[in-house]
Every structure is written in C-alpha cells, then in structure tokens.
RNA sequence: GCCCUCAUCGUCUAGAGGCCUAGGACGCCAGCCUUUCAAGCUGGAGAUCAGGGGUUCGACUCCCCUUGGGGGCACCA
C-alpha cells in the first residue's frame, strides 16, 4: 500500500544522444515507464546531451521515435541538458565557494602520463590530486596564462560512503577508492555525474532506475548530494542486458537498436512483453502479459539481480504469437508495408490491398516477423516463377506419372465453374483417387507447380487466392518443365 | 591492478528454511493432427541449484571462503 504522506513517484529516463538507442537502454525506459504508471507517478524525458565532441546527428529523433513506438509516453520533456547550462554553473560556484570543489589547470597530457604511470605501477587510476592545494597566486598565474581550468569535486580522503540500492541492499565504498572526478568540464559542460544529480533533485525524481554500470558512480552522487545538503532520490539498479558472450551488449553483438527490430518485422507489443521479461517476472508460469496488466502488476521487488541474456529465439516466438492474435484485417494493414518494401521489384505497384488480405490470412499463423512475410509470399504476386523442376516429382513418381497426373489436373481444372478451396478440393481429391496417386504426391506436385515450391499454404487456399487463370498457366508451364528432370 | 556486483536446465526465469525426488517458458527430440509447411495438442531429454565450509532437527534458500562471470576506475554518458 502506497502511503499518501508519500512524496509522489517522478521516474526519469535520461539517455545520452551519442547514439542511437539500444535495447538495454529501451528496457531501462520501458522498466521507468512501468513504475511510473503503476504508482500513477510521472515519466520524464531529460536528454543528457553535455558531451558536445560526441553527439550524434538525429540521435534525439531516433529515440523519441522508439519510445513512440513502444508507446511510452512522457509527462514531461523532453529536457534538454545543454539549454539548462547555467544551473549547472550556478550548482557548480556554490560547491568551489563552500569548499567541496576546487579548479584543476591540469593538462590532458599530464594526466595522460599520471595514468600510465599508475598502471604500470599496479595502482588503481586516478586524479593524484595534483591542484587540490593551489594558492590563490598559483591559480591566478594560471589562469593567466590562459588555460582553462576544469571544477574537480574534493572527495573526502578517509571514511567510506553508503547507500542504500532498492534492488541490491546497503552498498559502500571506501571514500579512499574513489578520486577527485570532475564537475564541469573545461568547454563550460557539465560532466554527466553533476547535470545527473542537479536535474535529478530540480526535477524532483523520486526514483532512480538506471543500469547496473552506473553502481560505481553512485557513491559519487551520493557524495555531492551530501556536499549540497539535499535530499537524494532512491536508487535502483537494474541488471544488464548482455549478449550471447555474456558482455555488455553492443555493436559487435549484431541487431542491438530498437528501429532494427522494427525493420526486422517485430510487434512493439511482443517487444515489450519479452523486455518487461528480462529482468522481472511476474509469478512462474505468465509468459505473455499485455501492457496494460505489466503495468497493473509491475513492481521493484521482482526485478532480478543478474545480468540476462538476450535470447532472439524468444522473442521470435513471442513476436509469432502476437503476430497470430491480431485480427485478420490488422495482420494484413501491418503486414503491408513489408510487402511493398521487400517483394520483388517485378511484382505490381502499387499492391493490391484486397488481394494482399487474400495473401495474408493464409500467412499469420505460418509467420514469426513481418519480414518474413514477402518471402513467404513472393509467388502470390509473380506472373513467372522459377523453380528446379525436380521438386514437382514426389518419392513414388517419375517424369510420367507425374505428366499424366498433371494434364489429368488441367483438364478437370480447365472444367471447373467455381473457383474456391471447397471446390478445389471436390475436384482434386476424387482425381488422385482416379489416378491412384496418393493424395501426398498429387497435391505435392500440384503444390509444386502452382508455388514453385515444396513448402506452402494449404493447397486448395493458395489455389484459390492465386486465380484459376494463373494456376492454369502454371501448372502448363510445369508440364513443359517435366522432361527436365533427371530420373 | 583496485573497487563494486552477480551466480538455479543451452537461454529467460520460479523458488523469500521444510510445499523441491527444483516448477514454467523458449529452443531441442518424439508422437498425434495433416495435402506440404506452420500452428495446435501430448510426451520426453535437459540443472549433482558454481565449488567448499559453516548455522540449523532440516538449506536452492542464511553466513563465510574460493572460483567464475559482469560492470566501473575519462575534460563519455
């Protein structure tokens, strides 16, 4: 039971535009997004743009349209950091006057050989402190000579500092591990660990669900909300998303961002059902959860502590069972889009709407992604296929029977007043009887001649999308094939 | 190297001291259904709960150590 007294629920998810969202980042949105909901808080979009050298063009759009696409939506924001300069400045005086930060003049050189040397030394990097004690003359004289000075927080040199994490526990650290990090960098930017905790308490985030990779900085935030005298939100981190190699997911573990999956013909509603799966569970039995009962049911006390691995088998079966559930006309609308852009530039444009519902309701449950779909399908929309003749010949035929069975097929198609799979069926199986061809080999040669392949929609079904005339042609054109085949 | 952290079937996970001869899901195998492929149904293989010590009448569950994995240690977030 949520206490009233309680302060209310403000989640933010803060990602970085240095690249385009991947579905680590999405599922920490998605865990943000579900908390929120379910306490009826709000979920805040902030943008961490302060890393100028490595933005990236059309970041921003990408992962607004991501979580548009999931359909998670902020209350606010989005905010963007590099417009909210000057409130890191201000936060940033404060702490040089009270005496938690000082200015470091140290060149990238110089800390760049400290670092080295601390290496080859088996010590744990870090600033040496090196501008801690600077008199006044001595800042003043470098300053002069031109050098921009960055803001570096004075860690405490002794005593450790805690927090508590809502998903792993009480977790501390010696202050001693912990190094004088900075606060503004010399360009004017804030570094990530003071915007983070300036905007966390001026936005007033109640709860911070982030990535388990932040752990090891948050004794630094806990450190400067103590510095400032506020009130630090709770935090919570969340277990990571791994690839097949059990390391941190990337670039080199293939499709990692959200718009791939969309490409790849995935349903948002599969991928937050599987997302919302790595890391929390309900009970342990429900698989398949709607977004509406993942927010009803949503909770921090089911989030696991390990890492997971992204298992795409998974989420393609997940992704097949939405793709069945939809209606018949939904499947067809989203399936479309795929069509058009993948099916072969010979098949005609624009696409046939009515036909293409045809298509697909033979399609649904015989598909895991919407990009499989074309392929599946291709021979619905051709005039011409092209296949190895061999494939029209069963175990128990050779080149004669089945030319026999074939021109027998014509004749009595080529008859045929009504052209529907009930029909078709009264027509071709009284036939393989007649031929005394199990119905095995005569509708695979059918099948065969028809698609171009040995692996199809039922046969009658995709008989009667395809047309008498078309089906006609082909079987025609595989009576021609025929005395190819090697025996 | 140092710090933090995690550890149940191949993978995602259930398990909050006796309900566990460890449950579910994906995948895999087999059978059924069947004109092929799927889907569906049924069944099966698959985890000495990382290893070792404790605590306890009793440990997958609590504590310690070891091992292994992961993350962090930037004028990146």
Redesign the pocket.
């Known amino acids: 039971m949520e206490s009233e007294l309680k302060a209310p629920i403000r989640v933010r998810f803060?990602?970085?535009p240095?690249g385009y969202p991947h579905l680590g980042n999405i599922r920490t949105a998605l865990f943000n997004w579900l908390f929120a909901r379910h306490h009826k808080g709000k979920f805040i979009l902030r943008i961490?743009d302060?890393?100028v050298?490595?933005r990236v063009e059309g970041a921003v759009e990408t992962i607004l349209d991501s979580l548009l696409w999931l359909g998670l939506e902020w209350d606010e924001g989005p905010y963007l950091q590099s417009q909210r300069l000057h409130l890191y400045l201000d936060v940033s005086t404060r702490l040089l006057e009270e005496g938690h930060a000082y200015t470091c003049y140290?060149?990238?050189e110089r800390?760049e050989t400290m670092?080295q040397e601390q290496?080859k030394r088996?010590?744990?990097?870090?600033?040496d402190g090196h501008c801690r004690h600077l008199t006044q003359g001595e800042k003043t004289r470098l300053e002069k000579s031109g050098i921009?000075p960055?803001v570096r927080f004075k860690t405490p040199l002794a005593g450790e500092t805690s927090f508590h994490d809502l998903i792993?526990?009480q977790?501390?650290?010696?202050n001693i591990?912990l190094?004088d990090?900075?606060l503004l960098?010399?360009?004017g930017?804030?570094?990530?660990?003071l915007?983070?905790i300036v905007d966390d308490h001026l936005m007033n985030i109640s709860h911070v669900l982030r990535a388990?990779?932040?752990?090891?900085?948050t004794p630094l935030h806990a450190l400067l909300y103590q510095a400032l005298d506020w009130q630090p939100p709770q935090f919570a981190h969340l277990?990571?998303i791994?690839g097949p190699?059990?390391?941190?997911l990337s670039k080199r573990h293939g499709a990692t961002t959200l718009t791939e999956y969309r490409e790849q013909g995935y349903l948002p509603e599969a991928m937050v059902n599987f997302l919302a799966?790595?890391?929390w569970?309900l009970?342990?039995?429900t698989?398949l959860l709607s977004r509406d009962q993942l927010v009803e049911h949503f909770s921090l006390?089911?989030i696991?502590?390990?890492?997971?691995?992204f298992?795409r088998?998974?989420l393609?079966?997940?992704n097949?069972?939405y793709l069945?559930r939809l209606g018949a006309a939904e499947f067809a609308q989203r399936a479309t889009p795929f069509l058009d852009r993948d099916l072969p530039s010979s098949a005609r444009r624009p696409l046939d709407l009515a036909y293409v519902r045809q298509v697909t309701s033979l399609l649904q449950?015989?598909?895991r992604t919407l990009a499989e779909i074309p392929q599946l399908a291709d021979f619905f929309f051709l005039d011409a296929i092209d296949y190895d003749a061999g494939l029209l010949l069963g175990k128990e035929m050779n080149a004669e029977s089945a030319a026999n069975a074939l021109q027998a097929a014509v004749t009595e198609l080529g008859r045929a007043r009504t052209w529907d799979a009930s029909s078709l069926?009264g027509i071709l199986r009284p036939l393989a009887a007649t031929l005394n061809l199990s119905?095995?080999n005569f509708?695979?040669l059918l099948?065969a001649a028809t698609t171009g392949r040995?692996?199809?929609?039922?046969?009658?079904?995709t008989m009667a999308v395809l047309g008498q005339q078309k089906c006609l042609q082909r079987l025609a054109a595989a009576l021609q094939k025929l005395p190819a085949v090697q025996q």
Not at 122 to 127: E, F, H, L, V
Not at 212 to 217: G, N, P, Q, R, V
Not at 245 to 248: A, G, L, R, T
Request: with cysteine; net charge positive.
């Open positions: 803060a990602p970085s240095t961490e302060t890393d050298a490595r140290c060149s990238p800390l670092r290496i088996k010590q744990p990097p870090g600033y921009a960055v792993r526990g977790i501390t650290f010696k591990t190094s990090f900075i960098k010399s360009d930017y804030p570094t990530y660990h915007a983070n388990d990779e932040w752990l090891s900085s277990p990571m791994l190699d059990k390391s941190k799966l790595l890391g569970s009970d342990d039995k698989e006390e089911r696991g502590k390990s890492g997971a691995i298992n088998t998974k393609e079966w997940m097949g069972v069945r449950e015989r598909s069926e119905t095995r509708f695979g099948r040995t692996a199809a929609p039922p046969l009658f079904q």
